[in-house]
């Protein structure tokens, strides 16, 4: 019992759905890997463990057939994201001791599909920025060196996944916020297309850029989530059905693509870490040696930066332009920055950026017809010391904002293609680096039946959980 957090979200399910395993006991298994953890990472602020164990015993009256494929595993979801009865604060002092009375409708799927929420993980405020850090709960550590940030803005997920407090964990992503923190930390992060995963209730459910996602310590952990989550919610106007188990059985049939695309920076649109593109290159030379067909190519992303840079100002601006009104003194700069830079915005630019991202979606469409997969670094360089709010610069490059260091994600989000974060090897400190692999446009099975095999190839599925380990000297 004592070593429950070391196995997979698989491995936990099989022995739930058997009777092997109570859910209240995977729930004291994770409350002790948790107590020892938490210390020296602060990824999960926020428990709720009488709620839990409530759930727990619910499901235990139920026989293990009818509790649902997560059968009673207790899963974390991120802080922005609300539970019912569950301090939820979005990383911001504004929302200090907020407490919803509903669930956003991905908990209800998650509960309804067996899943017990243990608690909540740390944000940076309303998920902006890539660095996990807020004023209500302080800084998430990087597990792999204490003194290094973990990325985010699903940091504190990536934390808990990489250190054994859970078994899966809840991200969203509008510019990079799982695949980051899933290339920091060494876990798996999963980029749906737009309404593969119900969202809300949102401001504006039209929105494209921001989706909700899972995580998971490998691909195929990732696949049995991401079949929970899927699906169409009536409330939701972008989501659509899904069907059966249909990311298991894609993992299930792994194979690796005959023929893809790697580029190191996107055709020069971001300057990325020499170490972090050795690493990735030799990963993709193992796929090569493997049989896969590598073309050194990518389509033209060039308009990126300044297309994400006005349609993501724009969304802050519809999201939180009352918080502005109402809260500047709360906000941290960036985001008020953002917001004014959205409210700032015409018509016109607007529609230059939205044009401007139909013809980069039909660009990657029409790459990715000729090519199976497109892959990238996750991330431009490993983690970085605590105490930076943002990679402001890189190989004498200037960054025009706290933003845009995570190009090389966000670009991606503006083709809406699915895209995967995983662990492709390590620097000369120890430190983690991840392969983001882009998939065709809402071929999400496809994808994961890909990623699984280059992941069996790579051979790091079981680099993690590990236990935290001190600054480097």
């Excluded at 293990?64 to 609300?82: S, T, Y």
């Excluded at 407490?99 to 929420?117: F, K, M």
């Excluded at 998971?216 to 972008?238: C, E, I």
């Excluded at 065709?440 to 051979?459: N, S, Y």
Aim: charged share 20%; aromatic share 6%.
């Amino acid at each position: 019992m004592q070593d429950l957090w070391r196995r997979s979200a698989r491995a936990m399910v099989a022995a739930l759905a058997r009777g092997e395993l109570r859910p209240s006991e995977a729930v004291d298994a994770a409350l002790d890997r948790i107590a020892q953890v938490e210390p020296k990472v602060n990824a999960v602020p926020t428990l709720c463990r009488e709620r839990a164990m409530a759930h727990a015993e619910r499901l235990e009256r139920l026989t293990p057939e009818q509790r649902g494929p997560l059968a009673g595993l207790p899963v974390l979801v991120k802080d922005l994201v609300d539970v019912a009865g569950v301090r939820t604060t979005y990383g911001s002092p504004i929302w200090r001791d907020h407490v919803p009375e509903t669930s956003d409708y991905l908990v209800e799927r998650i509960e309804a599909a067996g899943g017990i929420v243990l608690g909540k993980t740390n944000t940076p405020e309303f998920g902006a920025g890539a660095v996990t850090f807020n004023e209500v709960f302080g800084v998430t550590s990087n597990p792999w060196d204490t003194g290094r940030t973990c990325g985010g803005s699903s940091g504190g997920a990536a934390v808990a996944l990489a250190t054994g407090e859970a078994w899966l964990a809840t991200g969203s992503d509008l510019g990079g916020s799982l695949r980051t923190p899933a290339s920091f930390c060494g876990i798996v992060g999963f980029r749906p297309s737009p309404g593969r995963v119900p969202a809300g209730p949102q401001r504006d459910p039209f929105q494209t850029l921001s989706v909700e996602g899972p995580m998971a310590r490998d691909v195929r952990d990732l696949a049995l989530f991401l079949d929970v989550m899927a699906g169409h919610d009536p409330r939701d106007p972008l989501s659509w059905p899904s069907e059966l188990d249909q990311h298991r059985r894609a993992v299930a049939e792994a194979r690796l693509p005959a023929r893809l695309a790697f580029s190191a920076d996107l055709g020069g649109i971001t300057p990325v870490d020499e170490e972090v593109v050795s690493v990735c290159q030799a990963a993709v030379e193992r796929l090569r040696a493997a049989g896969v067909a590598v073309t050194l190519a990518q389509p033209d992303l060039a308009p990126a930066s300044d297309t994400f840079t006005v349609l993501r100002a724009a969304l802050y601006a519809t999201n939180s332009g009352p918080l502005l009104r109402d809260h500047r003194d709360q906000l941290k700069p960036e985001v008020v920055w953002n917001i004014e830079q959205g409210m700032a915005l015409d018509a016109d630019r607007i529609g230059q950026a939205q044009r401007a991202r139909g013809e980069l979606q039909r660009r990657a469409a029409a790459f990715l017809a000729e090519h199976e997969l497109l892959l990238t670094p996750t991330a431009i360089v490993p983690p970085f010391a605590h105490g930076i709010r943002y990679l402001a610069e890189l190989n004498g490059h200037r960054f025009p904002s706290y933003i845009d260091w995570v190009a090389i994600a966000y670009a991606v989000t503006l083709t809406a293609c699915p895209a995967i974060s995983i662990p492709c090897g390590f620097t000369r400190a120890g430190l983690p680096v991840g392969l983001q692999l882009v998939g065709r446009p809402r071929d999400e099975a496809g994808l994961l039946r890909h990623a699984a095999a280059i992941e069996d190839t790579l051979g790091l599925a079981g680099a993690v959980p590990i236990d935290p380990k001190p600054p480097a000297s």
